[in-house]
């Protein structure tokens, strides 16, 4: 540990070209940066002083001036079904989340990009919470390191004797499903995907990185200039009236606007389909009438729907849309050419399944009494 008063640059929050920026400066090649993220993605290596392939004297310039420091844990939680929820220190007071889901095929890890969300989507816990702040781009990328390091050691240590077994514990895909929203963190979040996406990085295929987005427009167009991994929007509703009122950041980019974005996306990235996320609220936008609609909005397009049962928590207004309206729902959209899916529920016996994440979130957005809003302090 240093006692230098100047902070160290956490190795986490640099993409390649500022790593190779820093190790310049440090009076080293370029080069040795690929040597550097090696150590710290693929082996998981956190202490320079391990890192014997590289000069002594780097070596003892790195300890100076640098670190790997991923957020520190607060708590793990594993349910019943072997997913894990962790909760990640943002700062003394407050907390963020993120999921790991073992399935037989694969291990799919929930990542937060915020501290809460400033989006008020009315189904969703996080949005309760109100937002704090942007987590850096070491955070989110920190939080992929971390949960592969915990998953790896509880797998050596034989330590995860539950549901999950063998290749499950490994991260297979990376989901930014967490808490906030991504696009509203653009500057943090696309340094962090290139990490994630860098063979020297964590290697992972633009297929297997999700980022999902509650749809800001023209955060979509630029995304399409800066990188390539799947799109997932959640869309909720086929009309602008009830999306207005589910998604209120659709009255400022309505569902029109929205599509056209998508369709551009995957035109620049010459990729296959977006998954429109759906959350099934009993008696809300579960109607066949609903279905056709968006079967209207959707058919012709590379698109694919991901049914999400709503997962209730303390004082919401909503219920889940019951099995047969969801089977129903999603016979309507297959009989009409439209793909869709229904999301098995996971984790939520420990508040972990999708929008229950709600972490500790000191709001700075609004003023509250108890839980009613009273009033806007300031805007994010
Ligand atoms: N802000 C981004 C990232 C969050 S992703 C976005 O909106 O896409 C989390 C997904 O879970 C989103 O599709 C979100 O709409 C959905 N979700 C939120 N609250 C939910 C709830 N209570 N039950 C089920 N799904 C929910």
Redesign the pocket.
């Known amino acids: 540990m240093s006692t230098s008063a100047t902070p160290r640059t956490n190795l986490l929050g640099l993409p390649r070209p500022g790593l190779e920026a820093f190790v310049a400066g440090l009076g080293s090649k370029p080069f040795r940066a690929r040597q550097l993220m090696n150590w710290i993605y693929k082996r998981g290596a956190d202490s320079f002083a391990d890192m014997t392939d590289l000069a002594k004297e780097l070596r003892a310039r790195l300890e100076a001036s640098a670190e790997v420091r991923p957020p520190e844990v607060l708590s793990v939680q594993r349910s019943a079904d072997g997913t894990r929820k962790w909760l990640l220190r943002a700062d003394a007071a407050q907390a963020f989340e993120m999921v790991f889901i073992p399935e037989p095929d694969r291990g799919t890890l929930c990542i937060s990009s915020q501290v809460g ?1 400033a ?1 008020d ?1 009315s ?4 949005a309760q919470q109100g937002f704090n702040r942007n987590l850096s781009t070491a955070e989110i990328v920190g939080q992929v390191w971390l949960a592969a390091r915990e998953l790896e050691r509880a797998a050596r240590t034989g330590a995860a004797a539950d549901a999950t077994s063998g290749s499950e514990r490994h991260i297979t895909n990376v989901v ?3 808490m ?3 696009l509203a963190n653009f500057r943090n979040v696309v340094p962090a995907l290139r990490i994630l996406l860098d063979d020297f990085g964590f290697d992972l295929s633009r297929r297997r990185v999700t980022l ?3 749809g800001l427009v023209p955060q979509i167009y630029r995304l399409a200039e800066e990188t390539n991994v799947a799109l ?3 869309l ?1 509703a086929p009309d602008d009236a009830l999306r207005n009122e589910l ?1 209120p950041i659709n009255k400022k980019h309505p569902i029109a606007e929205l599509l056209t974005a998508c369709w551009h996306y995957l035109d620049e990235q010459n990729g296959r389909s977006v998954t429109f ?1 759906y ?1 099934m609220l009993d008696g809300v936008n579960d109607a066949p009438a609903q279905a056709r609609a968006l079967a209207r909005l959707l058919h012709g397009h590379p698109a694919k729907v991901n049914l ?6 303390p004082g ?1 207004r909503y219920r889940r849309s019951g099995a047969a309206a969801i089977q129903r729902f999603r016979d309507e959209l297959l009989q009409r050419g439209v793909l869709a899916t229904v999301r098995r529920t996971r984790g939520d016996d420990i508040d972990a ?4 994440l709600a972490g500790r979130v000191i709001d700075r957005t609004t003023v509250r009494l108890g839980n009613k809003v009273i009033g806007v302090a300031v805007q994010p």
């Open positions: 969300c989006l989507c189904f969703c816990a996080t930014l499903m967490g906030g929203e991504p999902s987005t509650s997932a929007v959640s909720h998604v996320e959350v999400i049962p709503f997962n209730p928590f919401t399944a999708c929008g229950q």
